[in-house]
């Protein structure tokens, strides 16, 4: 049982370049989330996705795009990529979105883009 | 608006000491308050949470409490040990009505001197 992975672990990028960020969860959890943690920004959530087949807009998703692949995967796509998006992202999912869940997330993404 | 906010920023003692680290929170009608802990550079592990029907919660050398008619809630370590030292961040979902996105606070990182 693995819990919440993401590839790749880093990533350096030139700005104008793409790149699709992978999460996979084997928990069979219904709802998974993209954040991004900046040193004093916290974490921000970019996009979300209650359940397969659905995807909303969090905070930040500006420059973002996302796809519910299935149950287990959400990949996290940045099709130009700029400076301001140099961070590190996790995914994190959990068992649904009604009021007592608990999220658990992934080891991160550290992304540079020069 | 749902705000959390962690103080103080950071915390160093020694080894051995007892220490409570404070999350407040502006709007009480929560449904549970999630604990977290993030070593540098990693992702972040789940400590504790606490429903919003419970007052503590306890893993270990850890007791978080809840007092939602205050808007608070503390994460108690006690007999601190080097290995403790991390960023704790604390989180709440948003009011009913909206999906399960956590808010969270900026975190409190803790220094553990041998």
């Known amino acids: 049982n693995a819990g919440v992975t993401q590839t790749p672990k880093f990533q350096v990028l030139k700005t104008g370049q793409s790149m699709t960020l992978q999460c996979a969860q084997d928990?069979?959890?219904?709802?998974m989330y993209w954040y991004r943690q900046d040193p004093g920004m916290g974490l921000r959530l970019i996009y979300y996705?209650?359940?397969?087949?659905?995807?909303d807009k969090g905070e930040v998703p500006n420059g973002y795009n996302v796809s519910r692949l299935n149950k287990r995967e959400f990949s996290l796509r940045l099709e130009s990529a700029a400076p301001s998006q140099t961070s590190v992202y996790f995914c994190?999912?959990?068992?649904?979105?009604?009021?007592?869940?608990?999220?658990?997330f992934g080891p991160g993404t550290r992304l540079t883009v020069t | 608006k749902q705000e959390v906010t962690q103080i103080p920023a950071a915390l160093s003692v020694p080894e051995g000491e007892n220490l409570v680290l404070n999350c407040s929170f502006t709007?009480?009608?929560?449904?549970?308050l999630q604990w977290f802990r993030q070593d540098p550079g990693k992702g972040l592990t789940s400590l504790l949470l606490?429903?919003?029907?419970?007052r503590e919660q306890t893993s270990g050398r850890l007791n978080a409490s809840l007092d939602k008619s205050s808007g608070r809630s503390t994460l108690y370590i006690a007999a601190s040990q080097p290995g403790d030292s991390a960023t704790y961040l604390c989180?709440?979902?948003?009011?009913?009505?909206?999906?399960?996105?956590?808010?969270f606070g900026q975190g409190t990182t803790l220094q553990v001197k041998p």
């Open positions: 989180a709440v979902p948003p009011p009913p009505g909206n999906t399960g996105k956590l808010i």
């Open positions: 606490i429903q919003s029907s419970q």
């Open positions: 709007d009480s009608a929560i449904y549970n």
């Open positions: 996705s209650a359940s397969e087949g659905t995807t």
């Open positions: 928990m069979n959890h219904n709802s």
């Open positions: 994190a999912s959990s068992e649904a979105t009604l009021a007592s869940y608990e999220q658990y």
